[in-house]
């Protein structure tokens, strides 16, 4: 339910930003490394901005939303 709002009101026409999806069911191995190598809880659903190599941002479930999302990339 949160990925398809998000898919919806959320727009990378440009491509400026690269986006991932990562399946947890068929990878779980990629997404402990992700949360290890990054110092983040692992949560599902959860949006993970980074930056430099670190995670900048950091939200799950609910809190999941496109504007919010938006205003941590335009502050970077």
Known sequence: ???DRLERQWS???GALPVYYLDLIRYRPVSDHI???LGVQ???PQILLIKDGSCVYNVSHSAIN???LRHQISAL
């Open 1 to 3: 339910m949160v990925k």
């Open 12 to 14: 990378n026409d440009d």
């Open 35 to 37: 949360a290890l190598s």
């Open 42 to 44: 692992h949560e599902s």
């Open 66 to 68: 496109a504007h919010e």
